[in-house]
């Protein structure tokens, strides 16, 4: 037994908490160093399997589990309100995606990416691509299922296997999503779930069978995985942290780009990386954009997450909500803080906050450069373009942004300067799997979604033919 493995800690079972009522849900047990090698191995034998060379097996099982989601759609919806807090409404736009990522994914499986043509001296080249390897896919409890599909769709199109390690908080839905992969046809040995906290997932980003990592958290995490995979030249896919800026110039659609910022900003309570937290303004508009977004957010329905007339749930825990009542609490003391305050509801313990809107800000300001995963947003106003973008990129992160403004070539020369990648144009949270996303600077490296999703998690090899000679003539 390998010596990392060795080292996990015997830990008792995974026990998630509705995050609405602060019930334990039930528990699951963890991975043991073990079961990880053994889910390896097997997965690194499945690479020599039918399953990485038969584009037409894997285009199928992709196309059956999405079906497959899209028929127990009530029942993983459910369980997503359960364990993350998140409204049902978006429980339902998640499953939709994923049904959606498979589908475009599994018509990806069947690509064929290679060149081939005539070097100068006569001879063949072939330029192909292959499976990277085994994968460890590491995922976080926000978007559990998209997060983790979005990923894996296309590294199973292009014919890897995995390890799929999510956060505790959503370890069953995520097998009840693995399970009904594998009645739709993915084979056993393809996807394995890993569970357990911070020493399992060290464990299997830093398995010796584990070829590539693709990882979607916090930057600080983040930067942890980076160093881990930079000791055995692992390929890695990192979407961190964000904040995600939008813009308002002077001749945009006010009421339409506020309407955007509500409900980017309380979107899965604001525990979202592309979540909507500053909100850039040209002067003349200031006034009227704060108070549509004061009166935006103060409209919000907050309560239980399955109710469908609920804008807004809990926050994830309680730890969550002693972290944001305390952000707050700095940020009275030297900015204008309107709303943040808790909300109690009959019955329902958990966090449940009223948004927050803060201003008097600089790009200095803590409650500006730090990612607060919290329904809070900044208004800040700006005087030109240039200064527009000078502020979005005013962070170190960069991972999405949006613009609005009726003038096209505004819109093009904004876009252009931010460092962000993805820039959406009278917009905001457009994602779809045929265009690729990922972050620039502390938001990440590599790319998921399109045809760069597939080729991320590829090795690009080149083969080479020598002609032989021509025969002397008789």
């Given at each position: 037994m390998?010596p990392?493995?060795?080292?996990?800690?015997?830990?008792?079972?995974?026990?998630?908490v509705?995050?609405?009522?602060?019930?334990?849900?039930s528990?699951?047990a963890v991975?043991?160093?073990?079961e990880?090698?053994?889910?390896?191995?097997r997965?690194?034998?499945?690479?020599?399997?039918p399953?990485?060379?038969?584009?037409?097996?894997?285009?199928a099982?992709?196309?059956?589990?999405?079906?497959?989601l899209t028929?127990?759609?009530?029942?993983?919806a459910?369980?997503?309100v359960?364990?993350?807090?998140?409204?049902?409404?978006?429980?339902?736009q998640?499953?939709?995606?994923?049904?959606?990522?498979?589908?475009?994914?599994?018509?990806?499986?069947?690509?064929?990416?290679g060149?081939?043509?005539t070097?100068?001296?006569?001879?063949?080249?072939h330029?192909?691509r292959?499976?990277?390897?085994?994968t460890?896919?590491v995922?976080?409890?926000n978007?559990?299922?998209?997060?983790?599909?979005?990923?894996?769709?296309?590294?199973l199109a292009?014919g890897?296997t995995a390890?799929v390690?999510?956060?505790?908080?959503?370890?069953?839905?995520?097998?009840?999503?693995l399970?009904l992969?594998?009645a739709?046809g993915?084979?056993?040995?393809?996807?394995?779930?890993?569970?357990?906290?911070?020493?399992v997932?060290?464990?299997?980003?830093s398995?010796?069978?584990?070829?590539?990592?693709a990882?979607?958290?916090?930057t600080a995490?983040?930067?942890?995985?980076?160093?881990?995979?930079?000791?055995?030249?692992k390929?890695?896919?990192?979407?961190l942290?964000g904040?995600?800026a939008?813009?308002?110039?002077?001749d945009?659609?006010?009421?339409a780009?506020?309407?955007?910022?509500?409900?980017?900003t309380?979107?899965?309570a604001?525990?979202?990386c592309?979540?909507?937290?500053?909100?850039?303004v040209a002067?003349?508009?200031y006034?009227?954009?704060?108070?549509?977004l004061?009166d935006?957010l103060d409209s919000?329905?907050?309560g239980?997450p399955?109710d469908?007339?609920?804008?807004?749930?809990p926050?994830?825990s309680?730890?969550?909500?002693?972290?944001?009542?305390?952000?707050?609490?700095?940020?009275?003391?030297?900015?204008?803080v309107?709303?943040?305050?808790?909300v109690?509801?009959d019955?329902?313990?958990?966090n449940?906050?009223?948004?927050?809107?803060?201003?008097?800000?600089?790009p200095?300001?803590?409650i500006?450069?730090r990612?607060?995963?919290?329904?809070?947003?900044?208004?800040e106003?700006?005087?030109d373009e240039?200064e527009?973008?000078r502020l979005?990129n005013?962070t170190?992160?960069g991972?999405a942004?949006?613009?609005?403004?009726?003038d096209?070539?505004r819109?093009w020369?904004?876009a252009?300067?931010?460092?962000?990648?993805?820039?959406?144009?009278?917009?905001?949270?457009?994602?779809?799997?045929?265009t690729?996303s990922?972050?620039?600077k502390?938001?990440?490296?590599?790319r998921?979604?399109?045809?760069?999703?597939?080729e991320?998690?590829?090795?690009?090899?080149?083969?080479?033919?020598?002609?032989p000679a021509?025969?002397?003539?008789?």
């Amino acid at each position: 037994m390998r010596p990392e493995a060795e080292a996990l800690p015997a830990e008792t079972p995974i026990r998630p908490v509705n995050p609405a009522t602060l019930v334990p849900l039930s528990p699951i047990a963890v991975t043991t160093a073990t079961e990880l090698d053994e889910a390896a191995a097997r997965a690194d034998a499945a690479l020599r399997s039918p399953w990485t060379v038969d584009g037409r097996r894997r285009a199928a099982a992709l196309h059956g589990w999405g079906e497959a989601l899209t028929a127990h759609a009530d029942e993983l919806a459910e369980a997503l309100v359960t364990e993350t807090g998140k409204t049902v409404t978006e429980a339902h736009q998640e499953i939709r995606a994923c049904t959606d990522a498979l589908t475009y994914n599994a018509g990806l499986a069947r690509h064929l990416g290679g060149v081939a043509g005539t070097l100068p001296d006569g001879t063949m080249a072939h330029v192909t691509r292959q499976p990277v390897g085994v994968t460890a896919f590491v995922v976080p409890w926000n978007w559990p299922m998209l997060l983790l599909l979005r990923d894996l769709a296309p590294a199973l199109a292009a014919g890897v296997t995995a390890l799929v390690k999510p956060a505790p908080q959503t370890s069953l839905v995520t097998r009840r999503v693995l399970a009904l992969g594998r009645a739709a046809g993915l084979p056993d040995d393809v996807a394995h779930l890993v569970v357990g906290g911070t020493e399992v997932g060290r464990a299997a980003v830093s398995h010796p069978l584990v070829r590539a990592v693709a990882f979607t958290g916090s930057t600080a995490v983040g930067t942890e995985i980076l160093q881990a995979t930079g000791a055995g030249m692992k390929r890695t896919l990192l979407e961190l942290g964000g904040k995600g800026a939008l813009v308002i110039c002077a001749d945009a659609d006010v009421p339409a780009a506020v309407a955007a910022a509500v409900r980017a900003t309380v979107v899965t309570a604001g525990q979202m990386c592309m979540a909507c937290t500053r909100v850039l303004v040209a002067r003349p508009a200031y006034r009227d954009v704060l108070e549509r977004l004061t009166d935006g957010l103060d409209s919000i329905r907050v309560g239980h997450p399955g109710d469908p007339s609920t804008d807004m749930g809990p926050l994830v825990s309680p730890a969550a909500g002693e972290r944001l009542a305390q952000t707050l609490a700095d940020a009275r003391v030297r900015h204008d803080v309107h709303g943040g305050r808790q909300v109690h509801l009959d019955g329902l313990p958990g966090n449940f906050v009223r948004p927050a809107v803060v201003t008097e800000v600089t790009p200095k300001s803590p409650i500006v450069q730090r990612e607060l995963f919290a329904p809070v947003v900044t208004v800040e106003p700006f005087d030109d373009e240039s200064e527009a973008v000078r502020l979005v990129n005013a962070t170190d992160y960069g991972l999405a942004a949006s613009v609005w403004t009726r003038d096209v070539h505004r819109a093009w020369r904004i876009a252009r300067g931010i460092e962000a990648g993805t820039v959406w144009v009278n917009g905001y949270n457009h994602s779809y799997p045929e265009t690729p996303s990922g972050g620039f600077k502390s938001s990440g490296i590599g790319r998921t979604r399109g045809l760069a999703g597939v080729e991320q998690f590829t090795e690009l090899k080149h083969i080479h033919f020598a002609v032989p000679a021509a025969s002397e003539p008789a």
